[in-house]
């Protein structure tokens, strides 16, 4: 690191599946990594960008979310809440390292990104979603349907992070990235559907015939984007319509 001009630091386990079945893994590979980078940037006070997740918000039941808020993070129990957790602890990582080491830096929090290439491997919902109508498959909705999420096109992610990282040096800041155009996931195959004209039906399945009964979701999980506007000039706006078409494509 000792010749870069800036990190960004994007690695991490990610996916609801694989988090739920490989919380080991997840818990070293998004703590351990970090503190490795963070020992390494703080040697040479290397701008450092991090990107964390929405999931840290946890429990909370907030129309929106802002970087201020009280975190609410739910049992440990409950695998999910080990991925929000060891995001946060990231996020304190880096914190610690600016107070103490004096390293520049700056946390963007990722409200779901997605784009073209992205994978539904781990249970992403919209690649999964395409997939299937494609295929003729029915579009499984986990739950009910009612939870309601904003989609970020990946372009619009990365101008975000490429435009916060000159902010690395007046930081430490944490900054919400994501769009505020929100769907529920009903609503959202529904959109499949009708974008690649597919005759796929829609299937409700219990948490529980997916992630086992120790699983919590949230409801709602919209940004406040006004410090990325206040920061940056720029905040994601990319029509979910559009999103869904280029991924189609």
């Known amino acids: 690191m000792a010749d870069a001009d800036s990190i960004y630091h994007l690695a991490a386990a990610v996916g609801v599946e694989l988090v739920i079945r490989e919380p080991v893994r997840t818990l070293r590979t998004n703590v351990h990594e970090t503190e490795c980078i963070l020992e390494a940037a703080s040697q040479y006070k290397i701008p450092t960008l991090l990107t964390s997740s929405s999931e840290v918000y946890g429990r909370s039941d907030k129309e929106e979310f802002s970087e201020d808020d009280d975190l609410i993070i739910g049992p440990p129990t409950h695998p999910r809440w ?3 957790c060891s995001k946060l602890m990231d996020e304190f990582l880096a914190m610690a390292y600016a107070k103490e080491r004096g390293l520049p830096v ?3 929090r990722l409200f ?3 784009g073209p290439r992205q994978t539904g491997r781990y249970g992403m919902v919209l690649p999964r979603f395409i997939e299937a109508a494609k ?3 029915p579009l499984q909705v986990y739950g009910e349907g009612t939870q309601r999420r904003c989609f970020c096109y990946v372009a619009d992610s990365v101008e975000a992070l490429l435009r916060l990282q000159e902010h690395t040096e007046t930081g430490p800041h944490i ?5 505020r155009e929100e769907v529920t996931i009903r609503g959202l195959a529904e959109a499949v559907r009708e ?3 597919s005759n796929s039906k829609i299937e409700f399945i219990p948490y529980s015939g997916v992630y086992g009964f120790n699983f919590e979701d949230m409801q709602r999980r919209k940004p ?7 920061l940056t000039g720029f905040i994601p706006g990319t029509p979910l319509a559009s999103i869904i078409k280029m991924l189609a494509d």
């Open 82 to 84: 080990g991925y929000a």
């Open 106 to 108: 700056v946390i963007a």
């Open 112 to 114: 779901n990104t997605v």
């Open 135 to 137: 295929a003729g498959k």
């Open 175 to 179: 900054v919400n990235v994501g769009t």
């Open 195 to 197: 974008t690649v004209m």
């Open 224 to 230: 406040e984007v006004r410090k990325l506007l206040k």
